[in-house]
Structure formats: C-alpha cells, structure tokens
C-alpha cells in the first residue's frame, strides 16, 4: 500500500465524503439518516473509511453481533477501483472484527456481481446459500457469502 492511504474509523464529519462514494456505488444508496444512525444508535455498527490525502476514497462496514459480523457495505470511488483497494479495505475490516472476538463474517452479494464475488473468494468466503429478491431496486437474488475469521 501507497503511504498515502490510511484507514481509521468513521466520524460523523465523513458523512458528506461517504455519501459520494455511496451514490458512485449503489443503485439504491443509503441517506445520511442511515449513516447518522449507524453512528449514534446502532451499538453493533463498525465503520472503517480509506482516505488518501485526507479524502475519503472508500468505505466498508459490518454490525458485529457476538461473535458474528455481517458486512453492510464495501464502497470504493469508481476512479480507484481495480487497485485493490477495495480487497485492503475489506482485509482491515477483518482484522477489526478479529480483534472485537468475531469468529465468522457474513455478507450479500448481487447474483450478478462477479468481481465482488472473486474477491470474496479471494479472502476465503464461501458461497452459503440464496435470499430471493433481496435487492430491493431490481429485484435481483443476494448470494450469501460466509468466512469463518
């Protein structure tokens, strides 16, 4: 990794800089409420942002219930992606999770989100079965995905 990048855990002054890597991302985004609530009111939420240059290039996120974490989100600026950043990323959430007790991290991956998939696979997660209909903008199928950590 460049120098240059550094993760750490996210204010509610990142709010704005999330916000543009979410509607860069997602068809679907979430408000600034969501995030705001994320932060305030949601005590099993860990949020991690990647900056370089003090802006924020991406983010990613799990609520970690015992010793489970389910990802939220992986988001990267469309202009930094295929650097693998987004594998760093997600590599540190991890390691946080680790850290908290997490034993096994879940998460949902559009059917059709191949490269998404890839690195999943990459970092050891295995396909765990299908939630029908989960993408709410299409309709689309979530494939479940699982690592034990």
């Keep these: 990794m460049v120098d240059s990048f550094v993760f750490r855990y996210m204010r509610e002054e990142d709010i704005d800089q999330i916000?543009?890597?979410?509607?860069a991302s997602f068809t679907t985004p979430w408000s600034r409420e969501a995030f705001m609530n994320e932060l305030y009111n949601n005590k099993f939420a860990v949020y991690i942002v990647l900056e370089e240059d003090k802006k924020i290039i991406g983010y990613c996120g799990a609520w970690i219930v015992i010793d489970e974490a389910h990802v939220t989100n992986v988001a990267i600026l469309p202009e930094y992606r295929g650097r693998k950043l987004g594998e760093?990323?997600?590599?540190?959430?991890?390691s946080v999770a680790m850290e908290?007790?997490?034993?096994?991290m879940?998460?949902?991956?559009?059917?059709?989100?191949?490269?998404?998939?890839?690195?999943y696979?990459?970092?050891g997660f295995q396909n765990g079965g299908i939630?029908?209909?989960?993408?709410?903008?299409?309709?689309?199928?979530?494939l479940v995905m699982w690592v034990n950590l």
């Design 19 to 23: 916000l543009e890597v979410e509607h």
């Design 88 to 94: 760093e990323l997600l590599k540190k959430l991890m």
């Design 100 to 104: 908290m007790g997490t034993k096994s």
């Design 106 to 119: 879940t998460l949902e991956v559009r059917v059709s989100n191949h490269v998404a998939q890839s690195l």
């Design 121 to 123: 696979r990459k970092l």
């Design 131 to 142: 939630r029908k209909n989960y993408y709410s903008d299409n309709q689309e199928d979530g």
